[in-house]
């Protein structure tokens, strides 16, 4: 429906250089996707015409346009995580979410993308890379595992929870991990199976509370830190030390 070329037309393109062109686009006017290839005829080196073949993409394209929207959904949803993401592939990290800078107190992805091992403490770094290795080869191997790992920005120890998978990333096998900061955690772990008189000489703070917050027990570090005897403690809940309005979001927290 124009006397002008459409934009980057192989027809008129092949009429000014005499060379074959291929176009691929959306069509308007036929309502899908096409692959257009012109080819030169020549007659003693002159040209005196040309030929058209039409191949219809739609399908194809239909479905890479699908397949991209639930990858950049998969994204959004990696980079949303309350985990830590990690694909490693030959040994280096090739993709982390920014919650892995952030569990290992990198500042940058440049600081890690590319690199190996260089946030697993040095004495377990051999450990991750056999099982890696072995998960590569498709050997069993456990797929949840725990690891020292190391923060670059003040080089303190971490405890790192992880769930791996063997997957294939840009056409080659990978390493895909999720891993959790379980620090805090571990110290509870020894904490609760320390005597209420270890407990009572630790510098951390320690309380307890049953089902409806009510304290149960305080340590002498978290008794010095409120203010608060135990026996003035036994009678109040944790609540009592949080704001009005955060009440609400520790209670769904801890439920």
Known sequence: NSNVPLKDCPHAQLLIDKKQHVYEGYDNVLKGYFVVTCSPIFDDKKLIGSVHSLI?????????????????QYEA????????VAIVQDGKH????????????????????????????PSDVEFIKDLNTRRIQGL?????????????DDNR?????????????????????Y??????????????????????????????HDSNF?????????????????????????FD???SDEIERLKEYLN
């Open 179 to 208: 891993l959790r900061d379980v620090t805090n955690r571990k110290k509870y772990e020894q904490f609760q199976n320390l005597p209420i008189s270890t407990l009572d000489n630790i510098p951390e703070m320690v309380c307890r």
């Open 214 to 238: 009510k304290f149960t027990y305080a340590n002498e570090t978290y008794c010095k830190f409120v203010g608060k005897t135990r026996e003035e403690l036994e009678t109040m809940t944790l």
């Open 140 to 152: 069993e191997v456990p797929k949840r595992y725990e690891f020292r790992g190391i923060r670059k």
């Open 94 to 121: 090739v993709f982390v979410n920014k919650k892995f800078l952030e569990i290992f107190g990198f500042s940058s992805f440049d600081e890690i993308v590319g690199k190996g091992y260089i946030n697993v403490y």
């Open 157 to 177: 120890s971490i405890c790192i929870e992880v769930s791996a998978a063997r997957i294939t990333f840009k056409g080659k096998i990978a390493t895909l991990s």
């Open 56 to 72: 219809d993409i739609t399908d194809r394209k239909e479905t890479e346009n699908k397949l991209k929207e639930i990858s950049e």
């Open 241 to 243: 030390f949080v704001p």
């Open 77 to 84: 949803a990696i980079e949303l995580s309350n985990d830590a």
